[in-house]
T-cell receptor, first 119, second 111 residues
Framework: GAVVSQHPSRVICKSGTSVKIECRSLDFQATTMFWYRQFPKQSLMLMATSNEGSKATYEQGVEKDKFLINHASLTLSTLTVTSAHPEDSSFYIC???????????????FGPGTRLLVL | EDQVTQSPEALRLQEGESSSLNCSYTVSGLRGLFWYRQDPGKGPEFLFTLYSAGEEKEKERLKATLTKKESFLHITAPKPEDSATYLCAVQRGGSQGNLIFGKGTKLSVKP
């Protein structure tokens, strides 16, 4: 399967600081990447859809000024949590689809996730 | 409203004891139903995609089936290494590929 990486794997920061998370597709080009958040014992909740070269599409209730998404190339998307607060502590996971794999809906391949703890 | 419901929430099996996990869905124009496995602290790992009712797919001890309203993940003679949370997700028509996830079934297989 396609490989997606994330960096860092975990980060601890002070309240009020900003944190950047990188998501890379290692062996394919991804025009679309997705960012999810997962709270303990909950399922994945889509935050936003990241499109290469254009603005991200945010889900209802997700603050676009707080969660800045940049998709500057076909293999890299970044999520910046600005002025992080303890309630932003969560497991952030990105995913990407490989459009070269055929006309039917291809699966999303997920990164290993980033654990964010805001003190 | 699009919705995915998985049952049971948790399932404990003895090694070798076969069982099934259920995923019920309501979605506008199903484009695909996906099964993933998630280990603690890790991202989901892709297992299967099903596109139409009647379709079946197999991988080792796992077999996924699809009807118009639900999908089943059958686990035959499970081993302890099959212990994980199994997630079901659907993609609806007209979306950019956005997935709607169920809450998952946490499977524990005891030796």
């Amino acid at each position: 399967g396609a490989v997606v990486s994330q960096h860092p794997s975990r980060v601890i920061c002070k309240s009020g600081t900003s944190v950047k998370i990188e998501c890379r597709s290692l062996d394919f080009q991804a025009t679309t990447m997705f960012w999810y958040r997962q709270f303990p014992k909950q399922s994945l909740m889509l935050m936003a859809t990241s499109n290469e070269g254009s603005k991200a599409t945010y889900e209802q209730g997700v603050e676009k000024d707080k969660f800045l998404i940049n998709h500057a190339s076909l293999t890299l998307s970044t999520l910046t949590v600005t002025s992080a607060h303890p309630e932003d502590s969560s497991f952030y996971i990105c995913s990407a689809r490989d459009p070269s794999r055929g006309v039917q809906e291809t699966p999303q391949y997920f990164g290993p996730g980033t654990r964010l703890l805001v003190l | 409203e699009d919705q995915v419901t998985q049952s049971p929430e948790a399932l404990r099996l003895q090694e070798g004891e076969s069982s099934s996990l259920n995923c019920s869905y309501t979605v506008s124009g199903l484009r695909g139903l996906f099964w993933y496995r998630q280990d603690p602290g890790k991202g989901p790992e892709f297992l299967f995609t099903l596109y139409s009712a009647g379709e079946e797919k197999e991988k080792e001890r796992l077999k996924a089936t699809l009807t118009k309203k639900e999908s089943f993940l059958h686990i035959t003679a499970p081993k302890p290494e099959d212990s994980a949370t199994y997630l079901c997700a659907v993609q609806r028509g007209g979306s950019q590929g956005n997935l709607i996830f169920g809450k998952g079934t946490k499977l524990s297989v005891k030796p």
